[in-house]
């Protein structure tokens, strides 16, 4: 028996002894972990609202996350027709929300009357929360979207920066009590395991300028036509605006997945088109390159024979442009002098130079989706083919983006400094792509064509230069030609350099040359031109 009571004392000692450190551990030492993970067990899970850290543009104004939209928390026990009835004259969709016991939804729209009736008859919660996008969201497909499943970036600069804009868990959270009922005054908190790092305080600043974004949306927008436009910043290569038509809501992009206009492809970036008469600047780049001189002339008799291929000269009419020079030729868009000088170069030097000048491959590093367009190989540039070649057509396709770096090295005196989307670029490189002496050569060319060329008929407050290009292509099956423009302003003194394609577009100097001159002349109303403007 003494045995027994001495057994018994020793278990209770021994109980009595873990009781008192427990209850110390909790006291000193566990008191924090503890209540984190009570709070923990209180918290409601509410994914797929915007907890995504900001996209700004270059003077820090935001182009996302500036929205607001409404949230509807509602037990599920109390949600019945009626309350989807009234969410859906809302316009609201609902949010994932995992095991919690609330349905979750999202309106951009609120109705007083059926908020108080959702609050009455179903005891809703109704707070007021950010929202990613705009109904009218501007450079929507240079920034991308998120993917409505899980918030995280499906595309441009969502998707290339996804691992500065993205929190921890991205998850939102709101306070409820045991019984799982929202503890009143608590409202919508971003938490995360470490609630430090939840939020991403400085967002990712772009190149953009949201003013010019948006006015280059208008000008493409009005014209009516499907295309795009591609402002860079000449000396550092930075994209201003970049707009590419049809747009689509990145609230929406679920209901473009089966369409078949487009409306999710950045032509800026994924569109491959032949380029036309604009290529023709690269065979000035490589005839300068070699010496020849832009007054050295050409015969143009309207067409030009090779090997028993007829290829028409359409600027020159049935008669052709007669003597011609190079420079003339350029600014007239000749293709019978481009061909003859194709032959003359030869397709291996164009091809060097084209490569030299961006074309061929990816424009932004890193960028995701991008295409890098195609030059003809050695191979498929023999016989009849140097005159595809020598004027932007055959196998040669490019995108806007491309051609826009390409006619930007012309305007840097050679230079290529890259192209980029991020204001904060640390690995930018420049190099001389072609010399400083053939750029000059080639600007002044293009400068002719603005006063004597195809583009004469463009008139702004500014002096431009530039190219206008018509290329023959393949569009849903059927024979079309898509219109070019692209070149820079001032003429002299370059700061901008602006490239625009217009789908189906005919002639470049009638559909495509209008909206480059309008871009230059918003640059000028807006006095985004920094150094005296030369006429």
């Known amino acids: 028996m003494r045995k027994r009571i001495a ?24 008191h924090q972990d ?30 996302v996350g500036n929205n607001q939209e409404y949230i509807f928390i509602i037990r599920e026990k109390n949600f019945d027709g009626e309350s989807k009835r009234a969410l859906n004259l809302m316009g609201a969709r609902e949010l994932k929300n995992t095991g919690s016991g609330y349905k979750v939804f999202a309106s951009k729209s609120y109705d007083k009357e059926l908020g108080q009736q959702l609050i009455r008859n179903s005891s809703a919660y109704i707070l007021e929360a950010g929202r990613r996008y705009g109904q009218q969201q501007k450079a929507v497909h240079i920034l991308g979207y998120v993917n409505p499943q899980d918030a995280s970036g499906a595309t441009g600069i969502e998707l290339m920066c996804e691992s500065q804009l993205s929190l921890l868990n991205k998850r939102i959270f709101t306070t409820a009590d045991v019984k799982g009922n929202i503890l009143q005054g608590k409202g919508l908190v971003v938490r995360t395991a470490m609630d430090e790092d939840s939020y991403v305080k400085e967002g990712v600043v772009t190149t953009l300028d949201a003013g010019l974004q948006g006015a280059v949306e208008d000008i493409l927008r009005g014209s009516g036509k499907n295309g795009a436009i591609v402002v860079l910043k000449r000396e550092t290569g ?15 992009v679920s209901e473009y997945m089966s369409s078949d206009k487009n409306e999710l492809v950045n032509k800026v970036t994924q569109g491959t088109y032949p380029p036309g008469s604009v290529f023709k600047i690269v065979l000035a780049a490589a005839a300068a390159e070699q010496g020849i001189s832009p007054d050295k002339t050409f015969v143009c008799k309207g067409y030009e024979m090779i090997n028993g291929q007829k290829v028409i000269c359409k600027t020159g009419g049935e008669e052709g442009h007669g003597t011609i020079t190079l420079r003339d030729a ?20 164009i091809l060097q130079t084209a490569k030299k000048m961006g074309l061929g491959e990816m424009a932004i590093k890193d960028y995701p989706g991008q295409k ?48 980029h989307i991020l204001l904060e670029d640390g690995e930018t490189q ?7 002496n053939a750029a000059e050569e080639v600007r002044s060319m293009m400068e002719k064509t603005m006063s004597d060329g195809t583009g004469k008929s463009l008139t702004a407050d500014v002096s431009m230069a530039g190219k206008t290009g018509s290329a023959e292509a ?19 003194n370059p700061e901008y350099t602006i490239t625009v394609f217009v789908e189906n577009g005919q002639s470049g100097s009638q559909s495509a040359g209008p909206l480059f001159a309008q871009v230059v002349q918003y640059l000028s109303d807006s006095k985004s031109f920094e150094r005296p403007l030369d006429f």
Not at 15 to 20: D, G, N, S
Not at 42 to 62: C, F, K, S, V
Not at 334 to 349: H, K, M, P, R, Y
Request: charged fraction near 10%; glycine fraction near 12%.
């Open 372 to 419: 890098e367009g195609k030059l003809m190989t050695l191979q498929q540039s023999q016989g009849a083919a140097i005159a595809n070649l020598s004027i932007g057509q055959g196998e040669t396709l490019a995108t806007p983006l491309q051609i826009a770096r390409m006619t930007n090295i012309i305007a840097n005196g050679g230079i290529d400094p890259g192209v």
């Open 34 to 63: 503890l209540s984190q993970a009570a709070s923990a067990q209180q918290m409601i899970a509410l994914e797929g609202a915007n907890t995504r850290g900001l996209i700004y543009d270059r003077n820090h104004t935001p182009l």
């Open 238 to 252: 930075e994209i201003v605006a970049s707009a590419s038509t049809p747009v689509f809501d990145p609230n929406r």
């Open 430 to 436: 420049e190099k001389q792509a072609i010399s400083s």
């Open 330 to 349: 350029l600014a007239q868009s000749c293709n019978s002098t481009f061909i003859q000088l194709g032959q003359e170069l030869g397709a291996e030097t």
């Open 7 to 30: 057994f018994v004392t020793a278990a209770l000692g021994i109980l009595t002894l873990a009781l008192i450190g427990r209850l110390a551990y909790i006291q000193f030492w566990g």
């Open 474 to 492: 393949s569009l849903g099956g059927k024979e079309t030609v898509h219109g070019w423009m692209t070149g820079f302003a001032p003429a002299q």
